[in-house]
């Protein structure tokens, strides 16, 4: 064998990024492979690779015994000491067997069983790549569709965009540009899989990070995010320093930073609201748009009662109740909305009045 089949692999190694040694483990399995299968020899070999002198050597190895029983794996003890008289009992010899047109047999056998570790080697070095980029945001480009997966091109690998994690109000088309969210990462037989989505929430959440340099230094946190992809969403936001206001943080200047993840979102409605561990107080920044009377807790069932302004209900409880519910999902709280008539109906509050309603609010947010 000579030595350019070395120099081969130790460019090939360089060109996919895989180290060489990997590489010579794969030829040396080949090798085995093709002498085990063209010449029916000796089961338990060894092939010894020099790459300084080019060559490849076949060892048949031998265990020294009393009673040859398999002459392909043992050897007699009068035969052992014939080569070494140092030789005792379960010592195991090698005896090389090399053929002499071995190189050019085994060259062609281990050629695919090469390219087959070459190609697990590069499909190793992708997944270590892309492993780490879960739950993280990337662009890619749209290769193609078919009837389950919008196909899009993230560099070195194409990932997957199921039905389920595309926005309802969206149309994809190839060679589109597009922000997409790595939901999962995974090593299959196959070759790495990648698992994207444009409804997860954590795609809202990962745009205001890159958007917000505040969010992205740690100044303002995002506590919760509730999102109806392609529709509405809400997101709660909170500063440890009394001075930041994280709501204006996010909106930005002339609303320029929330506009551009609306944009990219293609026109979703993005409501930002101020989180507190007073319930009280999330609960009622959830609901926004809407005016809040006052909110009753029940803390044992984490359940709320809200009551609104009759003029409000509407509002509050949203078109299909979708205000209502991505409230509930921003905070974690059941949220029962009422009107003012209703809850005096009911008896849960004692009196009714526009005046009072604007007084409550400004408790509810002091």
């Known amino acids: ?44 070999v060894r092939v010894d690779l020099d790459e300084e002198s080019g060559t490849m050597r076949v ?7 009393e009673i040859v029983e398999d002459s392909q794996q043992e050897l007699s003890m009068e035969e052992a000491k014939k080569i070494d008289p140092n030789y005792e009992l379960e010592d195991v010899i090698e005896v090389e067997v090399t053929p002499k047109d071995f190189g050019r047999i085994a060259a062609q056998a281990a050629k695919q069983v090469v390219t087959q570790r070459v190609r697990e080697a590069e499909r190793g070095v992708i997944f270590s790549e892309y492993a780490d980029r879960e739950e993280d945001v990337m662009t890619g480009i749209i290769q193609r ?18 039905e389920q994690e595309q926005m309802p109000s969206e ?10 969210y790595v939901t999962k990462v995974e090593n299959t037989s196959k070759g790495p899989q990648i698992y994207i989505s444009r409804s997860h929430p954590g795609l809202l959440k990962r745009l205001f990070e890159m958007e917000v340099p505040e969010i992205y230094e740690g100044i303002v946190e995002i ?7 392609g529709d509405r969403s809400k997101i709660s936001v ?5 001075e930041i206001d994280p709501v204006g943080s996010c909106v930005g200047q002339k609303g320029q930073r929330v506009q551009a993840i609306v944009n990219e979102l293609k026109g979703e409605k993005i409501d930002i609201v101020e989180w ?89 947010f002091d």
Request: hydrophobic fraction near 40%; aromatic fraction near 6%.
């Open 223 to 229: 506590k919760s995010v509730a999102r109806e992809a």
């Open 171 to 180: 149309q994809y088309n190839i060679h589109d540009r597009i922000k997409v």
């Open 1 to 44: 064998m000579s030595s350019q089949l070395f120099e081969a692999i130790e460019h090939l190694g360089k060109e996919k990024g895989i180290e060489k040694e990997v590489l010579l483990e794969a030829l040396e399995a080949a090798l085995i492979s093709a002498y085990k299968k063209n010449f029916k020899s000796a089961t338990n």
């Open 145 to 162: 569709k078919d009837s389950r997966f919008v196909y899009v091109n993230l560099g070195k690998i194409e990932a997957k965009l199921s």
């Open 276 to 364: 507190s561990e007073d319930p009280i107080v999330y609960v009622s920044n959830a609901l926004s748009p809407s005016k809040v009377v006052d909110v009753l807790v029940d803390e044992e069932e984490k359940a709320t009662t809200v009551i609104v302004p009759d003029y409000q209900l509407s509002l509050a409880i949203g078109k299909r109740g979708q205000n209502a519910r991505l409230a509930a999902k921003l905070t974690g709280w059941k949220i029962d909305i009422k009107s003012e008539s209703e809850a005096l109906e009911q008896g849960l509050i004692t009196v009714k009045t526009d005046d009072v309603s604007s007084d409550v609010e400004e408790d509810l």
């Open 238 to 242: 909170y500063a440890p320093d009394p």
């Open 59 to 65: 060892f048949s190895r031998k265990t020294v015994v």
